[in-house]
């Protein structure tokens, strides 16, 4: 039984940039949320997603937009990157608005 | 003020030590406390799950709550090098919508 698949495992980016980021949750799993983990401390809330819409939203600017499709799987896309992007970005499933989280591996996203 | 705190570390302890990792937080409306194990280069993994105060036991792993204190731990008992990693505190209630707060992560080594 697959867990939540991320794609890809490394990114870099240049400033200004625009990236798409992929996420299939665990199955049997219907919601999917994001966070940012900046190195060296917890992860952050960015936004949740049930029912193709988006449910909750973290403190992060409009940049940071994503889409959930009828399967589930999920993407978050961020605009104009700037340095302080640079972060790992985990996506978690559950059934329903959890909180019995279950994480991918997470992405690594550099901005040069 | 965060509203959950968490002492970084790092912690190192000598294999078979009782390790006390701990967290407080500021927001009463929490009632779901959960415990996170983070390896380097991974995505959080579930440990512990505590609704509301209380005790829960798992293993060598026994999870605290104090709501009246806003406190909770997680203590590790026998600790082997293979329980180093990052742990992070998290936590919700019923008026989050299923949104995580995790704490910093407490970065632990366990020496052989």
């Known amino acids: 039984d697959a867990g939540v698949t991320q794609s890809p495992t490394h990114l870099i980016k240049t400033r200004g940039q625009q990236v798409t980021l992929r996420c299939s949750p665990k199955s049997g799993h219907d919601t999917v949320s994001w966070y940012q983990q900046a190195l060296g401390q917890g992860p952050q809330f960015i936004f949740q997603y049930y029912e193709e819409e988006e449910r909750q939203r973290g403190n992060f600017p409009d940049r940071f937009s994503g889409h959930q499709f009828p399967n589930y799987s999920s993407e978050l896309n961020v605009n104009a990157l700037l340095l302080g992007d640079s972060a790992l970005y985990l996506c978690a499933s559950s059934l329903g608005a959890g909180p019995g989280y279950t994480f991918g591996s997470g992405t690594r996203l550099t901005v040069v | ?112």
């Open chain 2, 1 to 112: 003020q965060k509203e959950v705190e968490q002492d970084p570390g790092p912690l190192s302890v000598p294999e078979g030590a009782i390790v006390s990792l701990n967290c407080t937080y500021s927001n009463s409306a929490f009632q779901y406390f959960m415990w996170y194990r983070q390896y380097s280069r991974k995505g959080p993994e579930l440990l512990m799950y505590t609704y509301s105060s209380g005790n829960k036991e798992d293993g060598r792993f026994t999870a605290q709550v104090d709501k009246s204190s806003k406190y909770i731990s997680l203590f590790i008992r026998d600790s082997q090098p293979s329980d180093s990693a990052t742990y992070l505190c998290a936590m919700s209630g019923s008026n989050q919508g299923g949104k995580l707060i995790f704490g910093q992560g407490t970065e632990l080594s366990v020496k052989p």
